[in-house]
């Protein structure tokens, strides 16, 4: 009678994975926290419990003063920078040439005046070639003597310059240019200087004491004879 064969099991070997498994994981547990109360606590992070959320750590807030702001930057000095007719323009003045000032960030055209340009000769009454509009300049300079010039201003030119009647210790800058002959009445926009300029003419003063070319004439590249023979 044959025998009837038998399924053979193992269980204490399957006894003994499962017995070895649950070690290693109860061991790989541990370790892990061990290892996130150690660390977590010399970084401040608190051990999570059930149930709990470990939160990030927070942004910086942000800084709405900060100088990289455009909003943050600090205004610039002296007069805002788009001056208008019907404004003041007051301050310290710095002379670009007789008849266009600086204050500030602002530059004035004196309106109603024309003075030699920087480059400009003249003849002086002693019939030397000088840099008539190098003298314009320098006369004015001393004559505002960092004393403050205050302009009222009446529109822009073509370039975008202010235009302006300017004063200095309540006298106008344009008279006293015109009267002492640093620069002429420029009729093309204004008669208000002529009677300075014809007294100036009279009393020979500045460049009316020798010869010169309107400024306005200069511009468009007549000189002197005697500047065109020196060529």
Known sequence: MAKRKQNRSYPRRSRGRSGSTSIIVS??????????????????IPFPTEGSVVASAPTAPSNPSSPSAPEASP??????ASASAGDVLAGTASVIDADTLDIGKQRIRLVGVDAPESGQKCLDKDQKLVRCGTISANALDQWI???PVSCNIEGKDRY???????????ESVQDWLVRNGYAVAYRSYSTEFVEAEVAARNAKAGMWAGEFVMPWDWRKGKRLEVEIGMN
């Open 145 to 147: 003597n960092r004393n």
């Open 27 to 44: 061991a790989i547990m541990a370790v892990a926290a061990t290892a996130w109360y150690v660390w977590g606590d010399d970084v401040g």
């Open 160 to 170: 975008q310059r202010n235009l302006g009647k300017c004063f200095v210790r309540d």
């Open 75 to 80: 205004a610039p000095a002296g007069p805002s």
